[in-house]
């Protein structure tokens, strides 16, 4: 059987553009001079990709060493943003003024108090900061208008007692990736 000749190639240098028959796998270009014609191009090529694959690496090895606060600290900045979009068209659930301010997702029963109900969404709503910060909440003009908003019976629900709830990292990151969708539905449909 005869051996098999290589389909011919052109020249990847621009100044060449020659047509010539690889002598060995992955050459590129049809000499040693037409190689270091395009050095300086293939080097800058060959480092991008290197860092790019270094920047992968260091962010995965930086999430695989985030500890489970970390996690804590980015679920409940997602679930913030995702309670602050629900509640865009309603006014502070304390004071029950629209103003130009900053927004919070305000707890009714608090983080410290209840951390079990730190992401159910019965428990947190969009309030004004002044409320939130200078008035502790207003507990009780918040609990007043969350009677109106979800009934007696939920609020009686959210004040009972609730099983320890105990967030994994894992669970975290599904926490993170289902209000990251939910924020994605929101703003799709406000657009």
């Known amino acids: 059987m005869a051996p098999k000749v290589p ?11 020659v047509s010539f028959p690889p002598q060995r796998l992955g050459q590129a270009v049809c000499s040693p001079k037409c190689g270091l014609a395009i050095k300086e191009v293939n080097h800058a090529k060959a480092r991008k990709s290197l ?13 695989r060493l985030k ?17 602050r979009l629900r509640d865009a ?26 951390p079990e109900l730190r992401f159910e969404p019965l428990n947190v709503w969009r309030q004004c900061a002044p409320c939130n910060n200078h008035k502790s909440g207003d507990i009780v003009n918040y609990r007043i208008e969350l009677v109106r908003r979800i009934g007696w019976e939920r609020v009686e629900w959210l004040e009972g007692p609730h099983a ?28």
């Open 89 to 114: 068209a309603l006014p502070c659930v304390s004071c029950g003024r629209f103003h130009e301010g900053q927004w919070h997702a305000g707890h009714y029963r608090t983080v410290g108090a209840s």
């Open 67 to 83: 500890p489970r606060a970390q996690h804590m600290k980015e679920a409940q900045q997602v679930f913030n943003t995702w309670v």
């Open 7 to 17: 389909k011919p190639k052109k020249c990847k240098n621009p100044a060449c553009g």
């Open 51 to 63: 860092a790019d694959v270094e920047r992968k690496a260091i962010r995965v090895a930086k999430e």
């Open 164 to 191: 320890p709830q105990r967030y994994t990292i894992e669970g975290l990151k599904e926490l993170k990736a289902d209000y990251r969708a939910k924020i994605k539905e929101l703003k799709r449909a406000a657009a």
